[in-house]
């Protein structure tokens, strides 16, 4: 049994663990069960309080002394299967249990209880470990409202979170990450930072302040200086479009559900733009085009809109407003390798701006594929035979391509090890046809070109809660709001910081002056709060020299220094896009 087999099986025991540490503390007559699986870092359990029982993260200590007390008892573990009418008998009380009864029914399943010792037993399918002492250490970690299957239109259910491990050191490494992840959190540091803020006005469509707007402005700088040069044209469309528009593309069947959908009346429906790849097929139709003209790159940044269940919100890494750093590329179909070489390229360059490693999923087929399964299987051996000979590390993603085609997924690693889901380049042979889209061959026929979907960045939203969690709020210095702070010690030198500051402004730099009725080291430490990459202190003796005083943000004293010498080590610094700070 792999490692991975094995803490699965050990989670899911462990939410068991957790329902009858439950029921032997406060009776079977207090909760209805509903459901509880195991997840990819731990598990959770969801359940109806019944008569106003409650439960807050205050009681953890108690149920988790109770979990250990299973453990220890060493209890066995046994799978039964049962038929469809005893198992609606011995869960006859509880709703949830037969609401999932009747789902396995209708899929034809075999109905599975797992027995814990004598007292306890839940409908499962498993797998489970042997008996309870083969669990090594848990940790109730949070609770939290969640709807029954994730429909706010169902009840508000109660969701306590947990994980477990095979060891207690594992698990000591694994809620080390948690807590600096914490210390991490976008959804805390943005707001404290003054980079952005959610309102529940508008769900998962985030206010970008100032500071949060000068850092998308500059990745979206350095993003349209690249590829300018890369030959890329960028274009601006309609956000809102009649649903005509998606009935050709095919993204009326496939994705209404997670459209904001207006209906006009008599002008019909619109939707809001959820994506850019029908509009850019609209740019191509209205011109005819040679294949001299190809590979044809259209690019945008536009806003897109997709609706989300309010339960799947969170933060910037999941919502419902967005812009992507997309592309559609027409191609023929001898030019697919180079482009996405090409493709690959940018990527390996804009990660390594961040220092970000990252590895690539290769999606195939779906369930929902639209085309013919030959057009399917050339293009996934052509993404595959193009990963394998740029040497990418890559691995196959069963079913998880884009309905109108293969795709390659851009899976990041962040600073805790943790991994996201960020850029994607898709290979589509459908919707130019849907589109009737043609070029003239230099031969003179007509022939449909072939599209790819691409984005680097992903969602800017996204990406920039990553960045924020990456840096813990740190930003490299050609993305800090504020790079500069200039710190006079006194009036005295207020004349001298201005003009410093605007020497800085005039260079490209970021600067502020810091000319409160507050002590030097009060200003000083309110700078490093703010994360801000270099505060500048001038007193007497820098007036007199022409020298600041530089101060980092992770408190190192570089000490006096030429001022024209800071300045130039900055520039640099920005125009490198360096990670580090003056050394």
Request: hydrophobic content about 35%; overall charge negative; glycine content about 6%.
């Amino acid at each position: 049994m792999s490692q991975s087999d094995l803490l699965h099986q050990i989670r899911h025991s462990s939410e068991h663990v957790l329902t009858q540490a439950m029921q032997r503390l406060y009776g079977q007559d207090k909760f209805y069960m509903a459901m509880g699986p195991a997840t990819d870092d731990g598990f959770y359990f969801d359940f109806e309080p019944l008569n106003g029982f409650k439960i807050s993260e205050e009681d953890f200590p108690k149920i988790e002394a109770e979990m250990q007390k299973i453990i220890k008892e060493n209890l066995p573990i046994v799978r039964q299967e049962l038929t469809l009418d005893e198992a609606k008998k011995k869960f006859s009380d509880n709703p949830y249990k037969l609401e999932w009864l009747d789902s396995i029914q209708d899929r034809g399943e075999v109905i599975t209880v797992y027995q814990t010792g004598d007292e306890f037993a839940d409908l499962c399918a498993g797998p489970h470990v042997e008996s309870t002492g083969k669990i090594g250490a848990i940790k109730l970690l949070s609770i939290a409202g969640a709807y029954w299957h994730g429909d706010e239109k169902n009840k508000m259910l109660t969701r306590i979170y947990g994980t477990a491990f095979d060891s207690q050191a594992n698990l000591d490494s694994y809620l080390n990450v948690l807590e600096e992840a914490r210390k991490r959190d976008h959804r805390k540091l943005g707001p404290q930072l003054g980079l952005f803020f959610l309102d529940e006005t508008a769900p998962g469509m985030p206010y970008w302040l100032p500071k949060g707007t000068i850092i998308i402005n500059e990745l979206l700088k350095f993003w349209r200086e690249e590829h300018a040069n890369r030959g890329y044209h960028e274009t601006i469309t309609p956000l809102l479009n009649k649903n005509s528009l998606y009935v050709t593309s095919g993204h009326w069947d496939h994705y209404k559900e997670n459209m904001f959908i207006a209906d006009m009346k008599e002008d019909g429906l619109y939707c809001l733009k959820p994506m850019n790849c029908p509009n850019a097929m609209t740019i191509f139709s209205k011109t005819k085009h040679s294949y001299r003209e190809l590979p044809l790159r259209l690019s945008d940044c536009d806003t897109l809109h997709r609706h989300e269940k309010s339960g799947e919100l969170n933060g910037l890494l999941r919502v419902q407003k967005f812009a992507q750093d997309d592309a559609h590329i027409f191609v023929t179909e001898d030019q697919i390798a180079e482009e996405y070489r090409n493709i690959l390229d940018i990527a390996k360059l804009f990660y390594s701006i961040f220092d970000i490693k990252f590895t690539i999923r290769l999606g195939t087929r779906p369930d929902d594929y639209m085309g013919d399964v030959e057009t399917w299987n050339r293009a996934e051996k052509e993404l595959e035979q193009i990963l394998k000979d740029n040497k990418f590390d890559y691995f196959i993603g069963q079913g998880e391509g884009a309905f109108y085609g293969p795709k390659l997924d851009i899976l990041m690693d962040d600073s805790l090890g943790r991994q996201w889901q960020t850029g994607t380049i898709q290979l589509d042979f459908q919707l130019p046809r849907n589109f009737k889209l043609k070029y003239t061959d230099k031969d003179g026929q007509e022939k449909t070109p072939v599209v790819i979907h691409r984005v680097i960045y992903g969602s800017l939203e996204r990406f920039m809660g990553i960045l924020i969690e990456q840096f813990a709020g740190a930003f490299p210095v050609w993305l800090s709001p504020v790079q500069a702070k200039i710190i006079p010690i006194t009036d005295d030198q207020a004349e001298y910081a201005h003009q410093i500051e605007s020497e800085l402004k005039s260079a490209g730099i970021r600067v502020e002056v810091d000319d409160r009725s507050e002590s030097m080291q009060s200003k000083i430490r309110d700078a490093q709060i703010d994360k801000i990459p270099y505060m500048l202190v001038v007193g007497g003796r820098e007036v007199e020299s022409k020298t600041v005083s530089v101060r980092q943000r992770d408190n190192q004293n570089l000490g006096a220094m030429p001022f024209a010498d800071f300045l130039e080590q900055i520039k640099n610094q920005v125009t490198e896009k360096s990670l580090n700070l003056i050394k």
